[in-house]
């Protein structure tokens, strides 16, 4: 057995060489993980470019398709989310029996939100047409959720499996299972769709089907490493999958339901910036899902490093040691910043270029494209910050606090950000770039509040 088991410590040789190692593990940790999710944005752009092959009409429906679903998915993603910070604590405190509870509760959760979060997308084009959507779109976007609706439990479990496997410092398996699915996904999704190979003709709902179907053999290939692959085996983790820790799984749920409502509040803003861009142009709308697009993909930088701040601030909490509780969490935030900023200054050199690559190079979009090089330009202060909240999120995560981050989520985000960003837009007439600015201030408070958050508990830790 393997009940004492611990991670690795680095040795006492002075606080620089800490540093250096922690710089060390956590680039190892995160590098992984903001790939991983870098192959997640492939295979949902893979999708909506082989659906655009069907029309305007279905990438519309689509793109209704998934505001419907990511809404209850999002629920779940935040529940799963909390896998990763109770398996490293039990990690660094050389607890396998937690270790593997934590995995047994999060599958068992996966399993059991997933039966009530379907009735969303399995309604959505009810929930379309009652927000006021047409019939054409909302029963095209109804057959791509009938599809898509069925992968949601092994999605989350999928996502269970990989915070235990990235708790014990092993995120690879998940980045080559998600690499050697975006081939497939593509395949599968263009086969169902046309009916090729002598597979029926499904269209949107084919599309839909095939991302379940992979979202399955991505969760039996992670359920199979774990089960009979080294480190994995040795810890058992599957072990009495049927008995149900109901203590740990309390614990899940009100460390990770406060994540998930936090994650809801931040989608719910962006989702009203497009109502706020549609209210002042087609172009804002078109140069706004341009820039955020941008900042999604930027966005999988500082989310690795966070989910990697989450086991390393857990390793060391877990093992009772604040001082490395304290350093875990300095060093990704110093990570992130230098690594947001860096890729900031890119895209801001490059900004023009972003823009034509979308809308082209004719007179027609010149103005969108220097509408977008300019949100790319005030966006850039929102990167960083976007970038510090997520790590110092992650960071908070791995010592259980997720409760005030959900207070901090609304003042930023809603008692800040949706105001500012109001009266900037309209009153100050601003347009679009009055939306961004009140983003990036919102943000920019709500990252200052988690970094004074994460400063007091680590005093509090210390002593």
């Not at 439990?153 to 235990?164: D, H, K, V, Y």
Request: aromatic residues 10%.
């Amino acid at each position: 057995m393997l009940d004492n088991v611990q991670p690795q410590q680095p040795r006492q040789t002075g606080v620089q060489n800490h540093l250096a190692q922690e710089f060390v593990e956590t680039l190892r940790l995160a590098v992984p993980m903001m790939l991983t999710q870098l192959g997640q944005i492939a295979m949902i752009t893979t999708d909506l470019a082989l659906i655009g092959r069907l029309g305007e009409e279905a990438v519309a429906a689509a793109a209704l398709a998934h505001t419907v679903y990511f809404v209850s998915f999002t629920f779940g993603l935040g529940l799963m989310a909390a896998v990763s910070p109770l398996a490293a604590q039990a990690f660094g405190a050389g607890d396998v029996k937690k270790l593997r509870g934590a995995l047994r509760v999060g599958l068992w959760v996966a399993l059991l939100i997933s039966l009530p979060m379907m009735a969303s997308p399995l309604y959505g084009e009810h929930i379309l047409l009652g927000l006021g959507q047409a019939k054409q779109p909302a029963a095209l976007a109804q057959r791509y959720l009938n599809g898509l609706a069925w992968g949601i439990a092994p999605a989350l479990g999928f996502i269970a499996l990989r915070g235990m496997m990235s708790a014990v410092n092993r995120p690879q398996a998940p980045l080559w299972i998600t690499l050697a699915a975006i081939p497939v996904n593509a395949v599968l999704v263009y086969c169902l769709i046309h009916g090729l190979f002598g597979l029926p003709e499904l269209g949107l709902f084919g599309a839909g089907l095939a991302t379940t179907l992979v979202n399955l053999c991505t969760f039996i290939a992670a359920l199979a490493i774990a089960a009979w692959h080294k480190p994995f085996a040795g810890y058992h983790p599957l072990a009495h999958l049927w008995r149900i820790d109901w203590p740990l799984m309390r614990q899940l749920i009100v460390l990770g339901a406060p994540i998930s409502f936090s994650l809801l509040l931040e989608y719910g803003l962006f989702s009203s910036a497009a109502l706020l861009m549609g209210l002042i142009s087609t172009a804002a709308i078109a140069a706004h899902q341009i820039a955020l697009q941008i900042t999604a993909v930027l966005f999988m930088v500082p989310l690795g490093i966070g989910m990697a701040a989450t086991v390393r601030v857990g390793h060391a909490f877990g093992r009772n040691d604040p001082a490395a509780v304290k350093r875990a969490g300095l060093v990704a935030g110093v990570l992130g910043i230098a690594l947001v900023s860096a890729l900031t200054v890119a895209i801001i050199l490059g900004r023009y270029q972003l823009g034509r690559l979308f809308f082209g190079s004719g007179e027609a979009s010149a103005a969108t494209v220097e509408l977008t090089a300019i949100l790319l330009v005030v966006g850039a202060t929102f990167f960083i910050a976007d970038g510090l909240q997520t790590i110092v999120g992650g960071a908070l995560r791995g010592i259980n606090d997720t409760r005030m981050t959900l207070v901090f989520a609304a003042i930023g985000y809603w008692g800040v950000a949706f105001p500012v960003a109001w009266l900037l837009a309209f009153h100050a007439r601003l347009g679009a770039i009055g939306v961004w600015i009140g983003f990036s201030v919102g943000t920019f408070v709500y990252a200052g509040l988690l970094i004074l958050r994460f400063r007091m508990l680590t005093r509090k830790l210390m002593g």
